[in-house]
């Protein structure tokens, strides 16, 4: 009779055998079974291979746990590319222990454990493992500094780089840009580079388009920097994203796409990307076809200024200084000014010292901004020089001191025109240095010449005295008029003065009263009281005593005691009405 005959069980090694073959042709699910079994026989390439296939989620449903304990086990028996492989889930703060952490609390922050990934990485350099040696360069160059030496690093990336590591040819490139200064040397920067770029590695192709686009140790290359910061972002490389994007926005060297431009800098800017951020911020303020989105830009601000960017924290401070698309509330403003400042933004502090003149922000910000200011017209700056200069004027963070202030704010008027006007007024007033009226208006002029609306006003009300100069009433007047269309108050107030009457122009007080109701609308309190006298009055041909009322009770509202007797004078309401009635009946 015919016997059955059994087929005898695969060896630990014929299972891994075919499983790499069926593998190698797609079929993990297949593969995967014989690849447990030669690894629960204990065969190191199996529980690699089974690791791999857990992480990867091939053949069996994913799992990092069970992933990093196989590779941990293949690791332990001397398996080099597990031993690589560990090495680098250990920066990601993927490792056995954590993971069965994490399985009992979700939430858990993954840190970098630099310590495990140290003791992998080396043993897998040693035991010759390209990838092991470019993952031990990283480490120490950019470990935890008591891990840090630059120079075993690369010694490492170099034996990586020779052995054809894509990421050793990137790391060698970055070690020696750290010591390039020779265009010899950047050349060889640039030509590492373009290896790692070649093998598809995004951060080698952002930084190689770096060098393109700035022409460093190479012909400047705008398009084929552009493209290949298009090649980094489709890989998902952050700053390549916000730059490829940045090109479609503007239309640089490539047809402009607006649209897709802002949806890949937006996409920077969720994946972190700080600049990005601020981009998309700039473009919902300023708006295009559409009003502009005050409240969606300072969603984006928020993002970038929590991310660190200095710019993105200033526009935030402005949206709170204004209230446009958040509450207006000047302490919120004040702490995005700080922290764009104290991240080095001059335009931040300025602000931030505008705020503190105002009687905003405390003491310790008052402190600092001067600090600031005074290291920084130390060391020449004039700009800072004349912001050092009104802090010493006006005791900002320091004992006010004139004659200091004098000084600095001298210094800044060689080349800043707000410094001229300062200087001029403390010529002219006598503080800080001996008065010298003609000195200060030549000073005002200077700077009036140069546009400065308040210089331009005081320049007037010089010319309207006759102080440090000739008088000049119709040229005072052409000044005024000339601030006034940028909306000065003051100046709006002047003209109305000048227009009323005792001054060496033409007496028009149609003309004078409606810039002192312009004046007056916009809450300056002598504008207020005279057109209350002019509609009292009937000055310019129309009495209006409700009208009259009306703005010499805003004037005293603000603290103008003379505009009590003018109030005094007028008829009760009710008899001014019936007087009015009368009139009218005749």
């Given at each position: 009779?015919?016997?059955l005959?059994?087929?005898?069980?695969?060896?630990?090694?014929?299972?891994?055998?075919?499983?790499v073959?069926?593998?190698e042709?797609?079929?993990?699910?297949?593969?995967f079974?014989?690849?447990?079994r030669?690894?629960?026989?204990?065969?190191?390439?199996?529980?690699?291979?089974?690791?791999r296939?857990?992480?990867?989620?091939?053949?069996?449903?994913?799992s990092?746990?069970?992933?990093?304990?196989?590779?941990e086990?293949?690791?332990?028996r001397?398996?080099?590319?597990?031993q690589?492989?560990?090495a680098?889930?250990a920066?990601?703060?993927?490792?056995?222990s954590?993971?069965?952490?994490?399985?009992?609390?979700q939430n858990?922050?993954?840190?970098?454990?630099?310590i495990?990934?140290?003791?992998?990485?080396?043993r897998?350099?040693?035991?010759?493992?390209?990838?092991?040696?470019?993952?031990?360069?990283?480490?120490l160059?950019s470990?935890?500094?008591t891990?840090?030496?630059l120079?075993?690093?690369?010694?490492?990336?170099?034996r990586?780089?020779?052995?054809g590591?894509?990421?050793?040819?990137l790391?060698?490139?970055?070690s020696?840009a750290?010591?390039?200064?020779?265009?010899?040397?950047?050349?060889?920067?640039?030509?590492?580079l373009?290896?790692?770029?070649?093998?598809?590695l995004?951060t080698?192709?952002?930084?190689?388009?770096?060098?393109m686009?700035?022409?460093?140790?190479m012909?400047?290359?705008?398009?084929g920097?552009i493209?290949?910061?298009?090649q980094?972002?489709e890989?998902g490389n952050?700053p390549s994203?916000?730059?490829?994007?940045?090109?479609?926005?503007?239309?640089?060297?490539?047809?402009?796409?607006?649209?897709?431009?802002?949806?890949w800098?937006r996409?920077?800017?969720?994946?972190?990307?700080?600049?990005?951020?601020?981009?998309?911020?700039?473009?919902?303020?300023?708006g295009?076809?559409?009003?502009?989105?005050?409240?969606?830009?300072?969603?984006?601000?928020?993002?970038?200024?929590?991310?660190?960017?200095?710019?993105g924290?200033r526009?935030?401070?402005?949206l709170?200084l204004?209230?446009a698309?958040?509450?207006?509330?000047?302490?919120?403003?004040?702490?995005?000014?700080?922290m764009?400042?104290?991240?080095?933004?001059?335009t931040?502090?300025?602000?931030?010292?505008?705020?503190?003149l105002?009687?905003?922000?405390?003491?310790?910000?008052?402190?600092k901004?001067?600090e600031w200011?005074?290291?920084a017209?130390a060391s020449?700056?004039?700009v800072?020089?004349?912001n050092?200069?009104?802090?010493?004027?006006?005791?900002?963070?320091?004992?006010?001191?004139?004659r200091?202030?004098a000084?600095?704010?001298?210094?800044a008027?060689?080349?800043?025109?707000n410094?001229?006007y300062?200087y001029?007024?403390?010529?002219?007033?006598?503080?800080?240095v001996?008065?010298?009226?003609?000195?200060?208006?030549?000073?005002?002029k200077?700077?009036?010449?140069?546009?400065?609306?308040?210089?331009?006003?005081?320049?007037?009300?010089?010319?309207?005295?006759?102080?440090?100069?000739?008088?000049?009433h119709?040229?005072?007047?052409?000044?005024?008029?000339?601030?006034?269309?940028?909306?000065?108050v003051g100046?709006?107030?002047?003209?109305g003065a000048?227009?009323?009457?005792?001054?060496?122009?033409p007496?028009?007080?149609?003309?004078?009263?409606?810039?002192?109701?312009?004046?007056?609308?916009?809450?300056?309190a002598?504008?207020?009281?005279?057109?209350?006298r002019?509609?009292?009055r009937?000055l310019?041909?129309?009495?209006?005593?409700?009208?009259?009322?009306?703005w010499?009770?805003?004037?005293?509202?603000?603290?103008?005691?003379?505009?009590?007797?003018?109030?005094a004078?007028l008829?009760?309401?009710a008899e001014?009405?019936q007087?009015?009635?009368?009139?009218a009946?005749?």
């Open positions: 009779m015919w016997l005959l059994r087929m005898p069980a695969l060896t630990s090694s014929a299972a891994l055998r075919r499983g073959r069926l593998a042709l797609g079929n993990f699910k297949r593969a079974p014989l690849f447990s030669a690894a629960r026989a204990g065969h190191a390439e199996a529980e690699y291979r089974v690791g296939c857990y992480l990867e989620g091939t053949g069996v449903p994913p990092r746990a069970d992933g990093a304990r196989w590779l086990r293949a690791a332990n001397g398996h080099i590319a597990a690589a492989e560990l680098t889930l920066i990601h703060g993927l490792t056995p954590g993971e069965t952490q994490r399985l009992f609390s858990a922050a993954t840190e970098p454990d630099f495990t990934s140290l003791r992998w990485a080396r897998a350099a040693e035991g010759g493992s390209a990838d092991g040696q470019a993952i031990l360069g990283y480490i160059t470990g935890p500094e891990m840090r030496d120079d075993e690093a690369h010694r490492w990336y170099e990586s780089a020779t052995a590591c894509p990421q050793g040819v790391g060698l490139a970055l020696l750290r010591r390039a200064k020779t265009p010899e040397e950047h050349a060889e920067v640039a030509e590492h373009r290896k790692a770029a070649g093998a598809g995004p080698a192709q952002y930084l190689l388009a770096l060098m686009e700035r022409g460093i140790a012909p400047a290359d705008r398009a920097a493209d290949l910061f298009r980094a972002a890989k952050r994203q916000a730059r490829w994007g940045m090109a479609l926005m503007e239309g640089l060297t490539v047809k402009a796409n607006p649209t897709e431009g802002e949806s800098l996409r920077a800017a969720l994946a972190g990307d700080p600049s990005a951020a601020a981009v998309v911020g700039d473009l919902y303020a300023k295009g076809k559409l009003p502009p989105n005050f409240a969606e830009a300072a969603m984006w601000f928020r993002r970038a200024a929590a991310a660190g960017h200095r710019g924290a526009a935030l401070g402005m709170h204004t209230g698309g958040v509450h207006r509330d000047a302490e919120e403003a004040a702490k995005w000014f700080r764009s400042a104290e991240a080095g933004d001059p931040a502090r300025v602000d931030l010292a505008n705020l503190l105002k009687g905003q922000g405390d003491a310790e910000d008052a402190i901004t001067r200011f005074e290291q017209a020449g700056d004039l800072a020089a004349f050092f200069g009104v802090c010493l004027a006006e005791g900002v963070g320091v004992e006010r001191d004139d200091k202030a000084q600095w704010l001298r210094r008027a060689d080349g800043v025109v410094a001229q300062w001029g007024r403390m010529l002219v007033e006598g503080r800080g001996d008065a010298a009226p003609e000195e200060g208006r030549a000073w005002i200077r700077a009036a010449d140069m546009g400065m609306v308040e210089a331009e006003v005081q320049l007037a009300e010089l010319m309207v005295n006759g102080r440090g100069g000739p008088k000049d119709p040229g005072a007047l052409a000044l005024f008029e000339k601030a006034a269309a940028r909306g000065h100046a709006m107030f002047a003209i000048m227009n009323g009457g005792g001054h060496e122009v007496m028009d007080r149609v003309t004078a009263r409606q810039w002192f109701q312009a004046a007056a609308e916009r809450g300056h002598y504008a207020q009281m005279m057109l209350g002019y509609l009292a009937g310019a041909g129309e009495r209006d005593p409700d009208r009259a009322r009306v010499l009770e805003r004037a005293v509202a603000q603290g103008l005691q003379e505009a009590r007797n003018d109030l004078t008829p009760p309401l001014a009405r007087t009015e009635q009368q009139a009946g005749r």
